[in-house]
């Protein structure tokens, strides 16, 4: 996040899918496999949208906001994942070295009994659903988002954390051999495992999610499959990727960016347009695929339902 690149998120009009596309999409889905193979106009749609094939059972987001989907091109192809490479278009062709077979993921820390357990065993406990989210970035560009995924707060309920765990910690696995960064050593671009972390209050709010998906298909590679943290208020940072260890403590996490330049990333980074980054304005973002900058919005959109986290802290200390 400290590389200054070209905006590369300027792309053209027609990389974008308009929302009917996509609606229409739905409706041939419900129509089932048998009438998708006999329609050659719809496997050519879905050859000229490059979507993949739904393959997770999920509850629909109606998307009352009506927010306009970025595509699944946009959303796959322009990554943050410092464990591959600093390029965001780098990351897709070399995100094939993730392997997400027999992913095991390790809870532990203050909870009733310390377990590790195997994705798909996991998947089996929950109840997915579809989030459709506004996601900002840090730097300044923004997407929106059809994520498929479970509620944390299932996820906590499920790890039964005792009465003195106040934080939840996350990391992504250590594996030289998936992630070429790692191999790098001290000379990697950041100090591995990338670690993130919520209070238990933020965590447990109806918003946060652990995401397996999107577009109603497992997680990219490039996104952070198998399972991924998404918190549609805060900077993009926070939803750390290929999640394998989980760990409820009663210290504040020290995360990756704050670690890294404590000065420019804190803790919280809740998506504020008042509260300028260091080095760059944060009152408006480039939504991936439009040319002209929109406003950023106070937590992002979702003040209503998360303001009353932060109240009577100020949120320029606790940045
Ligand atoms: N998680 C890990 N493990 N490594 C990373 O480099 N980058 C973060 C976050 N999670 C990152 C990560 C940043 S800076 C952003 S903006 C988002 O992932 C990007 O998610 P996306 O590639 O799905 O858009």
Redesign the pocket.
């Known amino acids: 996040?400290n590389i200054i690149k070209k905006p590369t998120w300027q792309l053209s009009e027609k990389d974008v899918t308009p929302k009917e596309i996509f609606d229409k999409r739905r409706d041939f889905l419900k129509l089932g496999v048998a009438s998708l193979i006999t329609s050659n106009s719809v496997l050519e749609l879905f050859a000229k949208e490059n979507l993949p094939i739904k393959n997770l059972d999920y509850q629909i987001d109606k998307n009352i906001q009506d927010l306009k989907l970025n595509t699944y091109d946009q959303?796959t192809s322009?990554?943050?994942?410092?464990?591959f490479t600093t390029s965001k278009e780098g990351?897709k062709p070399l995100a094939n070295t993730l392997n997400t077979n027999n992913w095991d993921i390790v809870v532990d820390g203050l909870i009733e009994k310390e377990f590790i357990i195997r994705f798909e065993d996991l998947m089996k406990n929950f109840q997915l659903e579809e989030r459709i989210y506004r996601?900002r970035?840090?730097?300044g560009w923004s997407?929106v988002v059809p994520w498929i995924g479970f509620k944390l707060s299932d996820f906590i309920k499920y790890a039964k954390p005792l009465s003195s765990a106040k934080y939840i910690r996350f990391e992504?696995l250590v594996d030289e051999e998936m992630f070429p960064d790692q191999a790098r050593g001290i000379f990697s671009t950041?100090d591995y495992p990338?670690v993130?972390g919520l209070r238990l209050d933020e965590a447990m709010n109806d918003l946060t999610i652990l995401a397996v998906g999107l577009y109603g298909s497992s997680m990219p590679k490039?996104?952070?499959a198998p399972i991924?943290l998404i918190v549609p208020w805060k900077?993009?940072?926070?939803?750390?990727?290929?999640i394998a260890k989980i760990s409820f403590t009663d210290k504040e996490p020290l995360n990756s960016?704050q670690k890294e330049n404590p000065r420019e990333y804190g803790f919280y980074a809740n998506v504020n347009p008042n509260v300028d980054h260091p080095r760059w304005s944060q009152k408006r973002e480039r939504v991936l695929g439009s040319f002209f900058k929109q406003k950023t919005l106070m937590f992002n959109g979702y003040e209503k339902e998360v303001a009353h986290l932060y109240k009577g802290m100020d949120l320029r200390k606790y940045f």
């Open positions: 996040m959303i322009y990554n943050n994942f410092y464990e990351v996601f970035c840090v730097e997407m992504t950041i990338y993130e490039q996104n952070g991924r900077y993009g940072f926070k939803s750390v990727k290929s960016w």
